[in-house]
């Protein structure tokens, strides 16, 4: 099994509808992030969070909220989606002890019409 | 704002070219930079920099940080048709532990 694991991996949805993308990790990590990769653009931070009780906008959040269930589970929420939400969404984990690795689940594509 | 800014965009080699991919970053509080390589998928970790002049390698891959001028680049030697990829510099900074990524260099190496 991954490390870090995404659902849905695809996404289809018209717009106005509420989305979630949900995150687990298996790593034991204590920081998540979610981050959004359109073509030409890389790969831009969302949210992010250090522990259940901590969590950070990132670059762009407008749009968009989290919530961190437990130290394993962090998800993304569209609340109402527009076109321009379409992209590929990627969560990933690092750990504050020894080298800060980013670790990334395998992403999820969201299509909003 | 803190910025890191690849080049080129992209790039296109025959296999067995060696080719250098830049990584120039301004951010506050410098902690690391790491190399990614992403194909169809999930970007991969190649490398983690922190020093200044100390190369890492692997393989036909290597690469460098120089602290001072703010820059790294990515060496990749006797390239091959799965070197073809987008990667990605990413610098984390210490206190925020924020990653902030470049765009990203496209490379393809042709048969």
């Known amino acids: 099994d991954a490390d870090v694991t995404q659902t849905p991996r695809n996404r289809i949805t018209k717009t106005g509808k509420r989305i979630m993308l949900e995150c687990s990790q298996t790593k034991g990590h204590d920081r998540m992030y979610w981050y959004r990769q359109d073509p030409g653009l890389g790969l831009r931070l969302i949210y992010y969070?250090?522990?259940?009780?901590?969590?950070n906008k990132g670059e762009i959040s407008d749009g968009y909220s989290v919530s961190r269930q437990a130290q394993a589970k962090f998800s993304l929420s569209l609340e109402s989606a527009i076109p321009n939400q379409t992209a590929l969404y990627f969560c990933?984990?690092?750990?504050?002890?020894?080298?800060?690795?980013?670790?990334f689940g395998a992403g999820s594509r969201l299509t909003v019409l | 704002e803190d910025k890191v800014v690849q080049s080129p965009l992209s790039l296109v080699v025959h296999e067995g070219d060696t080719v250098t991919l830049n990584c120039s970053y301004e951010?506050?509080?410098?902690?690391?930079l790491l190399w990614y390589k992403q194909e169809k998928k999930a970007p991969t970790f190649l490398f983690m920099l922190t020093s200044s002049g100390i190369e890492k390698k692997s393989g036909r891959l290597s690469s460098i940080l120089d602290k001072k001028e703010l820059f790294s680049i990515l060496n990749i030697t006797a390239t091959q048709t799965g070197d073809s990829a987008v990667y990605l510099c990413?610098?984390?900074?210490?206190?925020?532990?924020?990653?902030?990524f470049g765009t990203g260099t496209r490379l393809k190496v042709l048969a």
């Open positions: 990413a610098v984390e900074t210490s206190g925020t532990y924020k990653y902030i």
């Open positions: 990933a984990t690092s750990t504050r002890a020894g080298a800060n690795v980013l670790t």
């Open positions: 951010v506050t509080n410098f902690r690391s």
């Open positions: 969070s250090f522990d259940v009780k901590d969590i």
